[in-house]
Every structure is written in structure tokens, then in C-alpha cells.
């Protein structure tokens, strides 16, 4: 574990100081260097810009992802089960998929206009398929030989998600998960660019618009941070405890 | 007849086979002859077949399958609490399969062995009325597999009115455990039916 965070940290100094390095032999102020944007971070940060627009934007990342994951791995899950629905959801799975991003939010914000629930949405659909294939894909992993036993030994419903079911898919939600949070976040930027007036989006539109390249680098990374402190206080915690049974060698 | 109608071709011509309460019967034959394929139906499992399955409905029934098939993400005391078991019941169970101390391990830390025990004690713990073995004793080295056989011989001298079909491919596990043969051979009617020197009156095999 030390190890490991001796490890990131080294790489990440290594970048920093590239980066400074470029930012010196440029001296151009389109590349202003780390000091510069941390200091941008702070002061905007000391405004109360940066936690209302971070927090603004990350509630719609989680409300987003909530909504992506249930619906997407209820549609993996039906088209797992059954091939025949498996048939008839394929095509709107395709085209879900082959959908540009970009044209479905254009379109919702048109339909629907430059509102919350038209961006949340647009983000959610553009997710949804995505997690649909990964956990179709999941469903059809599980084990039939676990399936007979848990109708031998009367398996309620409770038992059979719990106990039979999610620790088969956890790998599967767990990438869903992963790639989610990845994709969302970048797409709940360009929703925000796009058509609302607060968030990370709104702010690095703004940023753009003046050219303000600190700006945008200090949002940006504040946001990468948010992501990572996902990761490490939350997924790889859960994983660690989910997969205890796999560390579990012969030892008796 | 038993047509298999995943595999679409017959496994089993006309049988009929009737379980008595507290019978015990194995049923012996080479790979391929159906055994399992007939365990399966007897424990409702497959319904793919040309013919009827009749039971008691209150009918419990437990099935320890040739692999364990324990959830590894689960440990052992886990496993049986899940088949049924009350939690002051664990230790009890696990004793009557001659383990102990291995409530909190999960099931790739045992061997074999170990795992079947485990397996027999979830088949226990459903208090069946009518308990499936396949070939409880195959791939255990030859100590393991006595030891497997005198404990399962101990645990049906313990319950008089437990019923019991076995599969097995070694006639010397229907002596042991069995008091009806019954030979299963390919593609054919079953052969050879013979009954145990302790069968009892009464039973009907055709």
C-alpha cells in the first residue's frame, strides 16, 4: 500500500515537473505552469466558486450515474435472460450506442429546452446503453450449476440477489462503475457547456471565452481530484471487501 | 422412456422406478448412461423429458451434487446458514461430518474432501425426506473415500427414515450405502435390477 502511493506520487511529481519545465522554455501565457493554476485553485477556491461549481457539477454526475446503472443493468439484465427479448432489444441497443453524444443532448435541449432534467437525461441515456452491454454480458456468466443448487436449497428472492447473484456480477458492476464515472463526468461537462448556467461546464465555457487556460486547467484538475478520492474512499474499499473470498488461499 | 430433449436422443427406454420412504437405491452404470440425467428429473430439476415424476408435495428433498457447489464468496458457515440452517445448528452439522473449526473459511481453503463434507452437511441441514448423492465418492483418494463411505454408511444408520438414491459407477458404494441396485447401461431398458440381501418387501421395479 505505501509502496504503491510512493509509486503514484512519483509519477505525478515527474509530470509536474515536466510540465513546469515546458511551461519555463515556453513562457507563453497559453501554458501557464503548475504554480500558477494551483494558485488559480486557491483563489477560486477562496471565492467559493470552485466548491459550489464542483459540487454542482458532481450532483449531477451522481444523480446521472444512479439513474444509468439501475436502468442499464435492468436492460442488461432482461436481455441476458431471455434471448428472445435479447432479440428485440438489440437494435435499440445499437442505436443507442452509435448515437453521437453530442446529438442527443442537442436534440433533448431543443425538445425539451435548457432545463435540468433535459441535461440529467441527456447524460443518463448517453450511459445507459453502455452499462446495458457490460452487464448483459455479466448475466450471461452466471454459473447454471449455482442455479440448480440455489433451487435445491429454496433460495428466497433476498438470497438469490445477494448471496447467488451480485457476488457473480460485482465484477461486472464494478467495471460498469469505472468506465461510468470516467464517461459521465465528461459528458455532464459538455451538457453543461452546452445549455446550463453553473457547473464545471459553465465554467470552463467561460474560461474559453477569455482564453483563460489557468481556469480551465484548475477546474479541471479540482475535478480529476474529486474522481480520484472517488476511487480511493469508496470503490477500491468496497472491492477490497468484496473480493476477501478470492485472497482466501489453501491454508488449512 | 427418458428422451433427453437437450441432447435429443434417447437415454433411457421405459423405466419406472418407485421410492419407498426410508428406501435406499443406487444406481450404477458407465459414463453416459443416464444416471445423473435421471437424478436430475428425480430432483424436479429437468423437466425435459417424455414421461411423468409423481411426489409427495411436501416432499423435501436434498441433492448433493458431484461438485460441491458451495458459494466460493461465502464461508462455510454461510453456506449452511443459507440451505437453512439455524446459526446454533453449525457446529452440530459440521460435527456430524467430522470437520471442525472450519465454520469461518470459505470454500477454496478446503480440499475436496473437506468440501464435500461441507456439501453433505448442507444436504443435512434441509432435514430431507429424500437425499440425492452423485458419486459422493469419486476423485478422493482411496483413504478419503472409505472414510467418505463409513461416515455416510454412519449418518443413514442414524436416520432410518431418510430415502437415499445414489449414482455411483462403483458397485462396492451400492453395496455399502444401497439396499436396491438398480444397472443403468446405454441406449438400453436398465439390466440386471437386482435387489441387496437387506431389500425390503414390496418394491416394484419393471
Known amino acids: ?9 512519483c509519477v505525478i511529481t515527474g509530470l509536474v515537473l515536466i510540465w513546469q519545465l515546458f511551461a519555463l522554455v515556453l513562457a507563453d501565457p497559453l501554458l501557464p505552469g503548475p504554480v ?9 477556491w477562496q471565492s467559493g466558486a470552485l466548491s459550489h461549481h464542483l459540487l454542482v457539477t458532481l450532483r449531477r454526475v451522481l444523480i446521472a450515474f444512479v439513474f444509468a446503472m439501475l436502468l442499464g443493468s435492468l436492460m442488461g439484465w432482461v436481455m441476458g435472460r431471455s ?13 443507442m450506442l452509435n448515437l453521437p453524444a453530442l446529438v ?6 431543443v425538445w425539451m429546452g435548457l432545463v435540468e432534467s433535459a441535461a440529467v437525461l441527456a447524460v443518463i441515456l448517453n450511459k445507459l446503453p453502455n452499462v446495458a452491454v457490460t452487464m448483459r454480458e455479466g448475466v450471461r456468466s452466471l454459473d447454471p450449476q449455482l442455479e440448480e443448487m440455489a ?18 456480477l460485482f465484477p461486472y458492476l464494478m467495471a460498469a462503475t469505472r468506465g461510468g464515472l470516467a464517461l459521465i463526468w465528461k459528458i455532464v461537462l459538455v451538457v453543461e457547456l452546452l445549455g446550463r448556467s453553473d457547473g464545471v461546464g459553465f465554467q470552463l465555457h467561460l474560461a474559453f471565452q477569455l482564453f ?8 479541471s484538475l479540482s475535478f480529476i481530484l474529486v474522481v480520484q478520492a472517488v476511487e480511493w474512499l469508496l470503490l477500491q474499499p468496497l472491492e477490497r471487501r468484496a473480493r476477501r473470498w478470492q485472497g482466501a488461499v489453501q491454508g488449512a | 422412456m427418458v428422451r433427453h430433449k437437450a441432447y435429443d436422443r434417447v437415454l433411457l427406454e421405459s423405466l419406472q422406478l418407485q421410492i419407498r420412504a426410508g428406501e435406499r437405491v443406487a444406481l450404477i452404470g458407465p459414463s453416459g448412461s443416464g444416471k445423473t440425467t435421471l437424478l436430475n428429473i428425480i430432483a424436479g430439476l429437468d423437466s425435459a423429458f417424455d414421461g411423468h415424476r409423481r411426489c409427495t408435495p411436501s416432499l423435501r428433498i436434498a441433492y448433493m451434487f458431484q461438485e460441491p457447489r458451495l458459494l466460493p464468496w461465502r464461508t462455510v458457515a454461510q453456506n449452511l446458514r443459507l440451505a437453512g440452517a439455524a446459526p446454533n445448528q453449525i457446529v452440530q452439522l459440521l460435527r456430524e461430518v467430522e470437520l471442525e473449526a472450519v465454520e469461518d473459511l470459505y470454500p477454496r481453503q478446503l480440499s475436496l474432501g473437506m468440501a464435500r463434507r461441507v456439501a453433505l452437511a448442507r444436504a443435512l441441514a434441509l432435514q430431507p425426506d429424500l437425499l440425492l448423492l452423485d458419486e459422493p465418492l469419486v476423485s478422493l483418494d482411496p483413504a478419503t473415500a472409505e472414510r467418505m463411505r463409513q461416515l455416510l454408511c454412519r449418518l443413514l444408520a442414524r436416520r432410518p427414515g431418510l430415502s437415499l438414491v445414489l449414482v455411483s459407477h462403483d458397485p462396492r458404494d451400492a453395496d455399502a450405502l444401497a439396499t436396491r441396485t438398480l444397472a443403468l447401461t446405454p441406449n438400453a431398458a436398465p439390466s440386471d435390477v437386482r435387489d441387496n440381501d437387506r431389500a425390503r418387501q414390496g418394491i416394484t421395479t419393471k
Open chain 1, 104 to 109: 442527443l443532448i442537442i436534440l433533448l435541449y
Open chain 1, 36 to 44: 500558477q493554476v494551483a494558485a488559480t485553485i486557491g483563489s477560486e
Open chain 1, 212 to 219: 483563460d487556460v489557468a481556469a480551465i486547467l484548475a477546474y
Open chain 1, 1 to 9: 500500500m505505501l509502496a504503491r502511493l510512493r509509486d503514484y506520487l
Open chain 1, 83 to 95: 434471448v428472445r427479448s435479447d432479440r428485440l432489444l438489440d437494435p435499440i441497443l445499437v442505436l
Open chain 1, 151 to 168: 433451487r435445491i436449497y429454496r433460495f428466497n428472492g433476498r438470497q438469490r440477489v445477494m448471496d447467488l447473484w451480485l457476488p457473480q
